[in-house]
């Protein structure tokens, strides 16, 4: 009874915690005392069922949650899965607009350091695989895996692209590379058509 009462008193004290919470304020809105929620917290004694079925509402987490001592990040209230999922996307944001910063930074600088160079701006070409890099692992990392055969085609496509536009401009005719891009294109459709085969 000791272990189910000290982790219910953890899991009400960091709910109540993470969502910036004091105990006068939890308190009112289960119209209980401060003290009341004082006493839960330091495990000196347990809510009613009600009263948890109340608290469980109140966070966004399940009644399970609230008896449990280990939690996965399903288990997560739903702020703070919502905020955890928005803090990879802003991260994956801003490893994005960092590639592309550093693409400015190298513009700039060959465009003051060569002032005779006319091909500065392949930088932002470059720029364009090397993000789609970034996003492809971050994605496999945080997100839907699902999306990474559209990034790899995408990033496939701008690898060629950028073999054959410096090519292009020394007056070296080489459109014939893209028909790499079709097979290798099959090859990323069969492997995602295998992958929600094996999947089902």
Same mark, same amino acid.
């Given at each position: $009874?000791?272990? +189910? *009462?000290?982790?219910? &008193? *953890?899991? +009400?004290?960091? @709910?109540?915690?993470?969502?910036?919470?004091? =105990? @006068? $304020?939890? &308190?009112? *809105?289960? %119209?209980?005392s401060d003290k009341a929620v004082s006493k839960w917290e330091h495990g000196e004694s347990l809510p009613d069922i009600t009263v948890l079925v109340d608290i469980a509402e109140l966070f966004g987490v399940t009644l399970d949650y609230l008896v449990k001592e280990n939690?996965?990040? *399903?288990?997560m209230p739903i702020k703070k899965r919502i905020m955890h999922k928005y803090s990879r996307s802003v991260i994956t944001m801003v490893a994005i607009v960092g590639v592309w910063l550093a693409a400015v930074i190298i513009f700039v600088l060959l465009s003051l350091l @060569? =002032?005779? &160079? %006319?091909? =500065?701006?392949? &930088?932002?070409?470059y720029a364009v695989p090397v993000t789609f890099i970034v996003w492809l692992v971050l994605n496999s990392i945080w997100f839907n895996t699902k999306r990474n055969y559209l990034i790899i085609s995408l990033l496939m496509w701008s690898i060629l692209i950028c073999i054959q536009l410096p090519l292009y401009i020394n007056s070296i005719r080489v459109e014939l590379i893209y028909l790499v891009g079709i097979p290798a294109q099959i090859i990323i459709l069969l492997c995602s058509f295998i992958r929600k085969r094996n999947k089902k």
């Open positions: $009874m000791n272990d +189910i *009462k000290s982790i219910i &008193a *953890k899991n +009400i004290s960091e @709910l109540r915690v993470s969502s910036g919470m004091t =105990q @006068l $304020m939890l &308190a009112e *809105k289960l %119209n209980y939690h996965s990040p *399903k288990d @060569l =002032q005779n &160079a %006319n091909h =500065q701006w392949l &930088a932002f070409i």
